[in-house]
Each structure stands twice: as structure tokens, then as C-alpha cells.
């Protein structure tokens, strides 16, 4: 005679059932814990190899293990997410259709082809790392951040300069290697480590995106003291103002992370202890960057910084000259040659830029991907963007949309290149980790004998709506 399990639990008055090892199900396999590696280096080298002579594969190393990576998570891949792609896509089609002076539509269908690719890949490394366990994506984060400070003490002391230095010779184009090392022995006192890469801001940078990512996925209690004990000994090592955005990128984290209960909302007295450490998180940025970088500040305000120019105040003067001239879709994508007057002409009537500065080509002098967007799309398509945008992470799930949003704009920033995978993986690794770390863990349930539905017991399928999942 058959007798059914619950009929069992029935006769013990209470049990416990589990789902089996949901930490197990969660866990990446190896190969995918290697792809997630390489993708994240090849963001961190930013590598480019030649497609067509117009057409780079930017972050080749990303694109390659993005691509396995999304065969890997092909029965992973739900109707809701492709339609949320396709509608981001036709903003951007759209865009360029709308764009003035169709001459320059082949250079924009490039731009188009690019964000594409690196949307794709974004996408592949987000159904990946949300399947992870927060362990395994954390070490491989800290790994990343480990290693970049111990790679640039040895190569600031230890001799491993003129190795980089040829690596970095055969991997990038010599027009794009960075030769200011006089300029950061006035404003560092010393010459900044670039690790292997075209530039020592492509170091910080990725540093700064690691570690915070960390500090998110990361269940170990005591990650805030090692996020601040990093941030210290970036400091010293490898120094740069974008370091400071570690601390900005702590606001996010605070309120729309920290602060908020998997499924009830946010906390009241959380609230306000992450409204005091921000205010705190403010202020200690606010010292750092004057004690850390006294003369660098002093070049900002007297108007003799090109960097900061170019990455921060001359891209927000051309975009709200473009919401003036081209409001409805902007210069779009990858659309600087359509508007290199206008940028010249914006540039020299700006009062902190200074005519000895040169540049050949106006997308080296655009380098923030936040004010590039409004650049490249206008208001009308921007905004249509953004929205299309949400929507798709509604749709993939992500867990705090703030979150992910924010991330974005502090470390947009830092960063140019607005079609490449790193802004874009920038978006969905933070849509990733906020998901992760407010995912509620998988539990075991409690049942009690008499709550056990009649229809279990009789052998007929439990109800989804009786709460005996997790």
C-alpha cells in the first residue's frame, strides 16, 4: 500500500523541508568563473582588435568570453529579455534616423553596430554572475583588486616598469599611450603605475569599479574596514583623483543597498545612519582630494588642468549646447565629426579652456560616457533611452534599479567611450550585484502537521500559493 510522505510528517507532528542545496544551484562551474575572469580583464586592458577598418572589437578579450558566456546561459534567455533589448536597440535606431545631415548616417551605424555588441556581452556577464554565489563573485573581485595593487608596487618599485612598457608598446596604438609621466612627477612626485595599461586613469578606474562591486556582494562582516583599507592603500600606490569616486560610490550603496530589506522596503533607522555615513563618506572625500591632491586641485581652479577640462567641464558646455541646437537626437552615435565646430566653437568660449591646449580628434577631448549620451542622443532620445533602458532591467529582474542608475552616472565620470562594453558593463555588473546581495537566501520551511492542505495529503500537487517554497 502506497503511502504518501506528508501522510509521514502528518504522524510527526513537525519537520523541516528543505529544497535539496539551492547554495549548490547557485554556484558558477569553473569554466564560468574563468570567462567572468577574462571578461573582467579585458575591461581592465581595454584591448582592441580590427574588424573592418572602421569597425573595432573593443575589449576583445570581454567580447570573446561574452560570447561563450551567452551560449553557456542560452536556456537562460526569456522572452521578456530579448523584447526589452529590441526595444533599447530601436531607441537607438531611431536615433540615428532622426539625427541631422544623413551624410554622416555609415559613421553612426558604426556607433550602432558597437553599442550593440557591447549591450550584447553586458547582458551575457548579468545572466552569469546573477546565477553565482556571492562568494564566488566576491573573490574574484577582491582577486582583481589584490593584484592590481601588488602589480603596481612592482612596478613602481620593483623594477617591472620597462616589462609593462613593452606590453603595453605591442598591445595599444601609440597615438593612445599615455606620456605624461613628467606631469605626474610635478603633481604626484612620483610617475604613476599603468599596469599593463594604455594609461594609469584606465588603472584607477578599474580599481575603483572592482572594489565597490566587491564591497556590494560581499558577505563577509568585515568588508567595509577592508573596502576602506583598500581605498587607503590605492592611495598610496597608485594614485589618482578617480580614487575619490570609491567614496562617492558608497552613497549608492548606503541607501539603496545596505539600507533596504530584501522584500519589505527600507528600514527607518537604517535611513538614517546611511544619511549620517553619506554626509560623512562626502565630507572625507572633500579632505582627501585637498590634502592627497593639493596641486592638482590648484591646476582645476586656476583653469590649467586639460584633463579635467575634457572630462568633465567641456563635455557638460557641449551638451547643453546640444540640448540648444540639436534637442530632438542630438549628434548621434559616435557623431563628434558631425559637430567638431560646434565643440571648437563651445571650447573657446569657455573661460577654463586655454587655446595651448591641442587635440587632433574631438572624441579624445569628450571622455565622460554620462554627458556623451546626452551628446550623441539629444534630450528627446536621451530620455527615451534612459527609459527603454529601465525597462529592460525591470525585465532582467534587477533587484535595485537606483542602484544600478547611479553607479553609472558617479563612475561615468571617470570614462568615455560611450558605445564600449565598459559602459555598459558598468551598468549591468552594478544591476548584477545589487541583485545578489538583496536576493533573499534560499531557506529551509517549517510545516506543521495541521496546516498540511487536505489535497497534499490525499496525494494531489501542493499549491504554489501555500508558501512551501523558498
Given at each position: 500500500?502506497?503511502?504518501?510522505?506528508?501522510?509521514?510528517?502528518?504522524?510527526?507532528?513537525?519537520?523541516?523541508?528543505?529544497?535539496?542545496?539551492?547554495?549548490?544551484?547557485?554556484?558558477?562551474?569553473?569554466?564560468?568563473?574563468?570567462?567572468v575572469t577574462i571578461f573582467l580583464a579585458g575591461l581592465y586592458l581595454g584591448v582592441s582588435l580590427p574588424i573592418t577598418s572602421k569597425v573595432p572589437l573593443t575589449c576583445a578579450p570581454s567580447g570573446i568570453a561574452g560570447v561563450i558566456l551567452l551560449w553557456r546561459r542560452r536556456?537562460?534567455?526569456?522572452?521578456?529579455?530579448?523584447?526589452?533589448?529590441?526595444?533599447?536597440?530601436?531607441?537607438?535606431?531611431?536615433?540615428?534616423?532622426?539625427?541631422?545631415?544623413?551624410?554622416?548616417?555609415?559613421?553612426?551605424?558604426?556607433?550602432?553596430?558597437?553599442?550593440?555588441?557591447?549591450?550584447?556581452?553586458?547582458?551575457?556577464?548579468?545572466?552569469?554572475?546573477?546565477?553565482?554565489?556571492?562568494?564566488?563573485?566576491?573573490?574574484?573581485?577582491?582577486?582583481?583588486?589584490?593584484?592590481?595593487?601588488?602589480?603596481?608596487?612592482?612596478?613602481?618599485?620593483?623594477?617591472?616598469?620597462?616589462?609593462?612598457?613593452?606590453?603595453?608598446?605591442?598591445?595599444?596604438?601609440?597615438?593612445?599611450?599615455?606620456?605624461?609621466?613628467?606631469?605626474?612627477?610635478?603633481?604626484?612626485?612620483?610617475?604613476?603605475?599603468?599596469?599593463?595599461?594604455?594609461?594609469?586613469?584606465?588603472?584607477?578606474?578599474?580599481?575603483?569599479?572592482?572594489?565597490?562591486?566587491?564591497?556590494?556582494?560581499?558577505?563577509?562582516?568585515?568588508?567595509?574596514?577592508?573596502?576602506?583599507?583598500?581605498?587607503?592603500?590605492?592611495?598610496?600606490?597608485?594614485?589618482?583623483?578617480?580614487?575619490?569616486?570609491?567614496?562617492?560610490?558608497?552613497?549608492?550603496?548606503?541607501?539603496?543597498?545596505?539600507?533596504?530589506?530584501?522584500?519589505?522596503?527600507?528600514?527607518?533607522?537604517?535611513?538614517?545612519?546611511?544619511?549620517?555615513?553619506?554626509?560623512?563618506?562626502?565630507?572625507?572625500?572633500?579632505?582627501?582630494?585637498?590634502?592627497?591632491?593639493?596641486?592638482?586641485?590648484?591646476?582645476?581652479?586656476?583653469?590649467?588642468?586639460?584633463?579635467?577640462?575634457?572630462?568633465?567641464?567641456?563635455?557638460?558646455?557641449?551638451?547643453?549646447?546640444?540640448?540648444?541646437?540639436?534637442?530632438?537626437?542630438?549628434?548621434?552615435?559616435?557623431?563628434?565629426?558631425?559637430?567638431?565646430?560646434?565643440?571648437?566653437?563651445?571650447?573657446?568660449?569657455?573661460?577654463?579652456?586655454?587655446?595651448?591646449?591641442?587635440?587632433?580628434?574631438?572624441?579624445?577631448?569628450?571622455?565622460?560616457?554620462?554627458?556623451?549620451?546626452?551628446?550623441?542622443?539629444?534630450?528627446?532620445?536621451?530620455?527615451?533611452?534612459?527609459?527603454?533602458?529601465?525597462?529592460?532591467?525591470?525585465?532582467?529582474?534587477?533587484?535595485?534599479?537606483?542602484?544600478?542608475?547611479?553607479?553609472?552616472?558617479?563612475?561615468?565620470?571617470?570614462?568615455?567611450?560611450?558605445?564600449?562594453?565598459?559602459?555598459?558593463?558598468?551598468?549591468?555588473?552594478?544591476?548584477?550585484?545589487?541583485?545578489?546581495?538583496?536576493?533573499?537566501?534560499?531557506?529551509?520551511?517549517?510545516?506543521?502537521?495541521?496546516?498540511?492542505?487536505?489535497?497534499?495529503?490525499?496525494?494531489?500537487?501542493?499549491?504554489?500559493?501555500?508558501?512551501?517554497?523558498?
Amino acid at each position: 500500500m502506497h503511502v504518501h510522505p506528508l501522510h509521514h510528517f502528518a504522524s510527526r507532528g513537525l519537520r523541516s523541508v528543505g529544497q535539496g542545496s539551492p547554495s549548490q544551484d547557485r554556484r558558477l562551474a569553473p569554466i564560468d568563473l574563468v570567462l567572468v575572469t577574462i571578461f573582467l580583464a579585458g575591461l581592465y586592458l581595454g584591448v582592441s582588435l580590427p574588424i573592418t577598418s572602421k569597425v573595432p572589437l573593443t575589449c576583445a578579450p570581454s567580447g570573446i568570453a561574452g560570447v561563450i558566456l551567452l551560449w553557456r546561459r542560452r536556456d537562460q534567455i526569456e522572452p521578456g529579455h530579448l523584447v526589452g533589448l529590441l526595444a533599447v536597440l530601436f531607441v537607438y535606431v531611431a536615433s540615428i534616423l532622426s539625427a541631422n545631415d544623413f551624410t554622416f548616417l555609415a559613421k553612426r551605424f558604426t556607433g550602432l553596430i558597437q553599442i550593440s555588441y557591447s549591450l550584447v556581452i553586458a547582458y551575457a556577464l548579468f545572466l552569469t554572475l546573477v546565477r553565482a554565489e556571492r562568494r564566488q563573485i566576491g573573490a574574484i573581485l577582491l582577486g582583481f583588486c589584490v593584484f592590481i595593487l601588488l602589480g603596481c608596487l612592482l612596478e613602481t618599485y620593483g623594477n617591472l616598469r620597462p616589462f609593462s612598457d613593452k606590453v603595453r608598446a605591442f598591445l595599444y596604438d601609440k597615438a593612445y599611450i599615455y606620456d605624461a609621466d613628467v606631469r605626474d612627477e610635478i603633481l604626484y612626485g612620483r610617475i604613476r603605475p599603468k599596469f599593463f595599461t594604455a594609461e594609469p586613469s584606465a588603472v584607477t578606474f578599474a580599481f575603483t569599479h572592482y572594489a565597490s562591486n566587491w564591497l556590494v556582494v560581499s558577505p563577509w562582516r568585515w568588508k567595509a574596514l577592508a573596502y576602506l583599507a583598500l581605498l587607503g592603500g590605492a592611495l598610496l600606490v597608485l594614485p589618482g583623483p578617480t580614487l575619490i569616486l570609491m567614496l562617492l560610490l558608497l552613497e549608492p550603496y548606503l541607501f539603496f543597498v545596505a539600507g533596504v530589506r530584501a522584500r519589505a522596503g527600507m528600514d527607518a533607522t537604517r535611513f538614517v545612519g546611511a544619511a549620517a555615513l553619506s554626509v560623512l563618506f562626502v565630507g572625507a572625500a572633500i579632505v582627501i582630494g585637498q590634502t592627497l591632491f593639493a596641486e592638482r586641485l590648484s591646476q582645476l581652479t586656476s583653469g590649467r588642468d586639460a584633463s579635467f577640462f575634457y572630462r568633465f567641464t567641456g563635455p557638460i558646455l557641449v551638451a547643453f549646447d546640444i540640448f540648444r541646437t540639436q534637442p530632438w537626437a542630438g549628434a548621434g552615435l559616435t557623431g563628434e565629426p558631425f559637430i567638431v565646430d560646434q565643440v571648437i566653437n563651445v571650447f573657446m568660449n569657455s573661460s577654463s579652456f586655454q587655446a595651448a591646449w591641442k587635440f587632433s580628434r574631438v572624441g579624445d577631448v569628450l571622455t565622460n560616457y554620462f554627458w556623451l549620451h546626452w551628446i550623441y542622443l539629444g534630450m528627446v532620445f536621451g530620455a527615451l533611452a534612459i527609459g527603454a533602458i529601465t525597462f529592460w532591467l525591470r525585465s532582467l529582474g534587477t533587484a535595485s534599479l537606483a542602484f544600478a542608475w547611479s553607479v553609472w552616472v558617479i563612475l561615468g565620470q571617470a570614462s568615455g567611450a560611450y558605445v564600449g562594453p565598459k559602459t555598459w558593463s558598468v551598468l549591468l555588473i552594478a544591476a548584477a550585484v545589487s541583485t545578489l546581495a538583496l536576493r533573499s537566501p534560499a531557506r529551509a520551511f517549517v510545516v506543521r502537521a495541521d496546516s498540511v492542505p487536505r489535497e497534499m495529503a490525499r496525494g494531489r500537487p501542493f499549491p504554489q500559493s501555500a508558501g512551501l517554497h523558498a
